[in-house]
């Protein structure tokens, strides 16, 4: 029997194909997992390597300050060390008698300056603090006493003979710092002492610029001024945003009102004094904040591809599983109905005998009125006669439209739908079916009906081609003279059809390969092996289970289990289902 | 032939089973017509039949059983099977039991007519045969038996059917 191509309709595709929710939940899956597989790895990769890059980052910013400090340091430290061995140079020199002449002390600062133009004003004074001679701009200042002065007691008392102050503002009423040093000459003690002009020594401090946005500047151990650019405050005032300056150098980060800033010192060998840069962080990390913000971008950029592509790989993918489950789908009716051809090509032979019988009577009968009407053989017309074969030609033929009208009522139900069925009803014209086929086999088709029509919700055609496949089965299975019973099931969850027969039995290795595609005992030509897989595809298909319980020599027992509403977007729990079905199978009227 | 050829006809079909009777009869046939097997063995046990015509899809015996059954007791016999549900398979097993011809319904009731005066033929010239072997064997013994006892011999060959 050829094959003609299935007509697959909207109903059957909606029960077998993946609904529209379902395909929804995959497409979101299948995303989520796509995004979490990409994005995790490049988000936590660029979170690494930008926590990296911003601590490698802060200990090379940390490192260029302290050096930057540190060098500078060493500068200021010359500056003032070769300040104090000019001033000492001079105290030892015998170029003039102490104390000098004013025009000595005059030239003589005329060539300090042209040599350290932050060297303000040079001053000598004798051992009980008078100061004898003076060269710069405060001539006022000559004479008066400085006994009581910080420095010169300093000076006097201390060991090295030098001294080198803070700043402070003296009797000038100006901000200044002195280098002191203490000779003898004539067996007394005499005292140099120069003025650093704070503000030359500013420029010299703050000429650091090595590292963007940096400030230098100098504070004495208790944190004020001493040399400060004019941007940042002024000499004497206490150093705004200062860390505890631990040790004799160091960094620390602080935060002000501008913003946080870096601070790196460095102590003075000289004086004790620390030399501090100081750096906006912006300007530190400046450039570095720059290229993380097109890393960012970069990131940000790759984010919106992958997405966009997990997207459209998604919907891809998502689209061929739905075609290929469309073309599973209808391979699968298609197999469907390739059974149902199949059963209805053995049936046509066995049903050739209901066409044949009826078909004999009416050729005998009219055979019978042609020789009622020859001459030679007959009596001639008989009215009362004719009538009767008349009549029993007219019943022959509609015997002959019945079993058409049978076989093809069952061939003409290709279509899927899902509505309701009363399986009562199903079975009784299953039955009416196979009775045609197996009248004379002597089996005894014995239907147990439920108590009230037992409506389903599913596909009536599909379900009365497994009852029909598992009836004339079990007809094989009888050969001759026996009992088929057909039970209508009431279950709480679901219905069932269990088919019982009297026949020779399944041997139990042959009842797990029962449902295997070409799994078939029957001679070559007699069965193609395919009625009970299709059977189980359909019953699957459908939601239910089909199981088998039976024993050699007794019979065997089929048994149907079917949703009673089936819904093709919200299957019925399989493990439910089996469990059902085994409770019945196992049940004592389960078996033959 | 003065004598009619006495038919058993087997058919579960009654209409089928009367009209037919009715028309081989009036053919000259004589018909012994059952729908029922069990009963047509009973009653051939005293009927002396000729031919069978006999359906093959029957309730209780079928028509096979019922051929074994006839070839068994009546080896004579000829079978000729009418069936509506005719296969090789059963058209070869039929032949094999020893069935003389193998038709399917509907049949002309002209075919049906010839397949059973040839079946009848056959009969008699397997009679004619058996009974001119039987002459030439009792010739042969014919010298050791008295010439009484040799015509009561022929006598008895002649009245055999």
């Known amino acids: 029997m050829s094959l003609e191509p299935v007509k697959v309709d909207d109903e059957i595709n909606k029960a077998f194909h993946p609904s529209a929710s379902s395909l929804v939940r995959l497409r979101y899956t299948v995303l989520a997992q796509l995004l979490i597989v990409s994005l995790i790895p490049l988000v936590a990769l660029s979170w690494y390597f930008r926590r990296q890059f911003f601590a490698t980052l802060e200990a090379r910013s940390h490192a260029l300050l302290g050096t930057t400090a540190a060098g500078h340091a060493e500068t200021i430290d010359r500056l003032i060390a070769s300040k104090v061995a000019t001033l000492r140079s001079l105290a030892h020199s015998s170029v003039f008698q102490l104390p000098p002449s ?6 003589l600062l ?13 001053g000598v004074f004798d051992a009980d603090g008078n100061h004898v001679r003076y060269a710069g701009p405060f001539e006022f200042l000559e004479g008066r006493s400085y006994r009581g002065e910080e420095w010169f007691r300093r000076v006097a008392a201390a060991e090295s003979a030098v001294y080198i102050s803070d700043i402070y503002l003296g009797y000038r009423g100006r901000p200044h710092f002195i280098i002191a040093v203490r000779t003898t000459a004539g067996g007394r003690s005499w005292y140099l002492r120069i003025t650093i002009n704070p503000d030359r020594f500013n420029d010299i401090v703050d000429n650091v610029r090595l590292v963007e946005g940096a400030h230098a500047f100098i504070v004495n151990r208790t944190g004020v001024f001493q040399s400060v650019p004019a941007s940042i405050g002024t000499v004497l005032e206490r150093a705004p945003l200062l860390p505890a300056l631990d040790g004799a150098q160091g960094i620390r980060e602080v935060r002000g009102a501008g913003g946080p800033y870096l601070v790196a010192w460095s102590s003075l060998r000289e004086v004790d004094w620390k030399l501090i840069v100081r750096q906006e962080v912006a300007h530190a990390y400046g450039p570095a904040r720059r290229t993380a913000a097109w890393v960012l971008v970069i990131v940000l950029t790759s984010l919106v591809f992958i997405v966009a592509a997990s997207i459209y790989a998604t919907r891809t993918l998502v689209r061929r599983y739905s075609r290929s489950e469309r ?13 149902k051809l199949s059963t209805l090509g053995e049936m046509a032979a066995g049903m050739a005998h209901e066409i044949n019988n009826p078909l004999a009577v009416i050729v005998a009968e009219t055979g019978l009125m042609e020789d009622y009407l020859d001459p030679t053989l007959g009596p001639g017309f008989d009215r009362a006669e004719f009538l009767g074969h008349l009549k029993s030609i007219k019943e022959e033929a509609y015997r002959c439209r019945e079993v058409t009208h049978k076989l093809l009522g069952f061939a003409r139900r290709t279509e899927s739908r899902i ?4 399986l009562n009803r199903l079975t009784d014209e299953t039955v009416d079916l196979v009775n045609m086929e197996i009248a004379l086999e002597n089996i005894e088709i014995v239907i147990e009906r439920s108590a009230r029509p037992l409506i389903v919700m599913t596909d009536a055609g599909k379900v009365r081609q497994v ?10 299975a009888i050969g001759k003279d026996g009992r088929i019973t057909i039970s209508i099931l009431e279950r709480r969850e679901c219905a069932g059809l269990r088919v019982t027969d009297t026949g020779c039995g399944i041997p139990p290795e042959h009842q797990a390969k029962l449902f295997m595609p070409f799994f078939t005992t029957k001679a070559v030509g007699k069965g193609t092996g395919l009625g009970l897989s299709i059977s189980h595809g359909i019953i699957t298909s459908l939601g239910g289970r089909i199981g088998v319980s039976s024993r050699v020599g007794e019979g065997s027992a089929f048994l149907i289990l079917l949703p009673r509403r089936f819904d093709p977007k919200a299957p019925p729990d399989a493990a439910a289902m089996e469990k059902e079905l085994q409770a019945v199978l196992g049940s004592p009227a389960g078996r033959g | 032939m003065d004598r009619k050829i006495k038919l058993l006809f087997v058919d579960d079909e009654e209409k089928f089973l009367t009209s037919t009777t009715t028309r081989l009869e ?23 039949l000729d031919v069978a015509l006999l359906d093959l899809k029957m309730p209780g015996m079928d028509g096979e059983e019922l051929l074994k059954k006839l070839k068994e007791r009546f080896p004579q016999m000829e079978v000729v099977i009418l069936t509506g549900h005719g296969s090789i398979e059963s058209a070869v ?7 003389y011809q193998y038709l399917q319904k509907p049949c002309e009731l002209d075919a049906l007519i010839s397949v059973i005066s040839r079946a009848y033929a056959k009969i008699i010239a397997t009679r004619r045969a058996s009974k001119t072997a039987r002459i030439g064997e009792l010739m042969a013994r014919a010298p050791t038996l008295t010439p009484l006892a040799l015509l009561e011999e022929l006598k008895k060959i002649d009245s055999d059917e």
């Open chain 1, 102 to 107: 004013k025009p000595e002390i005059n030239a």
């Open chain 2, 26 to 48: 009036m053919r000259g046939l004589e018909v012994h017509a059952f729908s029922d097997g069990f009963a047509a063995l009973a009653a051939t046990e005293k009927l002396d």
């Open chain 1, 467 to 476: 009852l029909l496949n598992l009836v004339r089965n079990a007809a094989d």
């Open chain 1, 419 to 422: 509505g309701e069925v009363d």
């Open chain 1, 110 to 122: 005329a060539i300090l300056r042209d040599m350290d133009e932050t060297i303000l004003d040079i």
């Open chain 1, 327 to 339: 073309d599973r789908a209808r391979l699968v009716e298609q197999l469907f109905q390739a059974g």
């Open chain 2, 93 to 99: 097993t039929t032949t094999q039991s020893g069935a």
